[in-house]
DNA sequence: ACATTATCTTGTCGTTGGCAAGATATGCTG
DNA sequence: CAGCATATCTTGCCAACGACAAGATAATGT
């Protein structure tokens, strides 16, 4: 079978399933999550207005398969980052920089099906990942794994959902990863 | 001039502008954001269904007069918490849990227009009142206002932003005072 | 080779956002 | 109080969308 990962002429495309996934993250890079259209998605993959249908349902269905691509990618970020909290925290704000599409579906249960199995398994991996920094710092006095995760995940998460949205003060966000160490580390001295 | 502020049965509604957004929060309530529809806020306030455009131009237009409203509640609200950054830290996400439909909306720039200079000088009193409290705090060897107000914002939005995405752990989320206050007490100790 | 299945197309329906033109109520000015 | 200007709401329309049904074409297995 040649061909086989290639853009196919025919009848058949060849991987519509992953052109769609990437045409998404471009149109949602462009427009936004809550302006994506199927339609849309078809006639930059170059196939008819139906076919998205057959791969996904229907657009939660696509979505869906969006937001398990991004907590998948989103654990493996984490895990990259190593055993340290900081530099964890700051793989979780580069994540959200760098696949902005994926993280805006990924905290936005209102577009997809959040308690689709696929998607439970991929965020636990997820937090998983997130966790195994907190467990590895040094146990002081008022440490808390239970809280100082919760306390590490939200500050991160914030600061990184501020920034996406734009309301961060102009000076403070120019670069991602400076604001973001700044920030984690004052959760810890 | 009776019935000024009462719904109207006749072909003057009366206040369409104000149950026009009551309605808008009520539908955010039930589907989300991205889900609103202006023909639906047409039937729930019983008017026809190009009744919305003359007061809002179109579907951004009245998600941006919601944002607004969102900002001075919620500057309201910090403004209500007094001086203690703890409290006004409870009082954000208190406001993000009671009023999720404002703060859903304010912080999705992509569904309103968020240059709008209504929005910029709402937000601007919004994050007086929130800078208000870092700068009540006493001062420490390692205080810092510009990134203290940014880690606090950064912790309470993320911690709000999570609970109401669904994304926190079962049991940390139960009360959301109680959660807030243990993080945010952890950015503090 | 043939049948079965997976993949994609065409056609259609109800809903939506937005625009244009008209109807009706309100307010202002003399 | 009469008459005009304005604000508010309606009806009618169009293009785009999501979803579904039915059919066409390619790939696979036996």
Redesign the pocket.
């Known amino acids: 079978?040649l061909r086989?990962m290639t853009a196919?002429r025919?009848?058949?495309?060849?991987?519509?399933?992953r052109?769609l996934l990437a045409a998404a993250v471009e149109a949602i890079g462009e427009s936004g999550p809550a302006a994506?259209?199927?339609?849309?998605?078809?006639?930059r993959a170059?196939?008819?207005?139906?076919?998205?249908?057959?791969?996904?349902?229907?657009?939660?269905?696509?979505l869906t398969a969006l937001a398990v691509e991004g907590f998948d990618l989103l654990a493996e970020a984490l895990g990259r980052a190593g055993d340290d909290l900081l530099e964890i925290g700051v793989a979780y704000v580069r994540f959200a920089v760098d696949h902005r599409a994926h993280f805006e579906v990924m905290f936005a249960p209102g577009l997809y099906r959040a308690d689709d199995p696929e998607v439970a398994a991929a965020r636990a991996r997820a937090g998983a990942a997130l966790r195994g920094g907190v467990a590895a710092r040094p146990a002081g006095p008022t440490v808390e794994p239970g809280r100082d995760a919760l306390a590490a995940w939200s500050i991160v998460h914030g600061f990184a959902t501020l920034r996406l949205a734009g309301a961060l003060p102009p000076g403070s966000g120019d670069n991602p990863e400076d604001g973001a160490r700044a920030v984690i580390r004052r959760l810890f001295e």
């Open positions: 079978m086989r196919n025919g009848y058949h495309h060849g991987d519509l399933r052109a994506l259209s199927l339609r849309d998605l078809a006639r170059g196939v008819s207005h139906a076919a998205p249908a057959h791969h996904f349902g229907d657009k939660a269905g696509l």
